[in-house]
């Protein structure tokens, strides 16, 4: 079948076997190898791309599913090489870990903040509890999130909260000061 699909801005043209995976279509045909293959399931979250702005696990849309629509991958979050605020906010806080994982982490938090501009711990946990770190850096991860919804936050020109301000506020929370 043929298939036109926006891929992180630019318009792709294809043909694709009908039952071919988005994750496949994307990492094979494409060479964006940044959508990491974890389970096939659906269960780990590394394939999560955005789907017209919503987080998806490609390894559950076939890519005819995704004709005429817009697809953004990690390799689109800095397109003129200025990092994404999400991207920032994991290097800042540490929150890669091994990285297999990241790229899905970071696609699923821009979809929740784009609804969620001020969340709590607790709402990224849950907003996340579809995505698995197999190195088990959740509480990096979350801090990332909460740094990067701060400097999305911020206004133009505006100073971000930083790093060190969500650190010393995690830190007066599990203190309990």
Known sequence: MRISVGINGQPIDADVEPRL??????????ALTG???????????A??????????????VFA??????EITTVEGLAPHGHLHPIQEAFKECHAVQCGFC??????????????????SDEEIRWALSGNLCR?????NIVK???WAARRMAAPAG???TGVAAILAAATRDRDGS
């Open 47 to 60: 394939c999560t791309v955005l789907l017209d702005g919503m987080a998806v696990k490609s390894c559950g």
């Open 102 to 119: 990241t790229a899905g982490m970071m696609l699923a938090s821009i979809a929740f903040l784009s609804h969620h501009p001020d969340p």
């Open 158 to 160: 505006g100073a971000p």
């Open 135 to 139: 190195c088990t850096g959740y509480a």
């Open 64 to 69: 005819v599913q995704v004709d005429g629509r």
């Open 35 to 45: 959508t990491q293959i974890g389970c096939d399931t659906t269960s780990c979250g």
């Open 144 to 146: 990332a999130v909460q």
């Open 21 to 30: 995976l988005l994750v496949h279509f994307l990492r094979d045909i494409l």
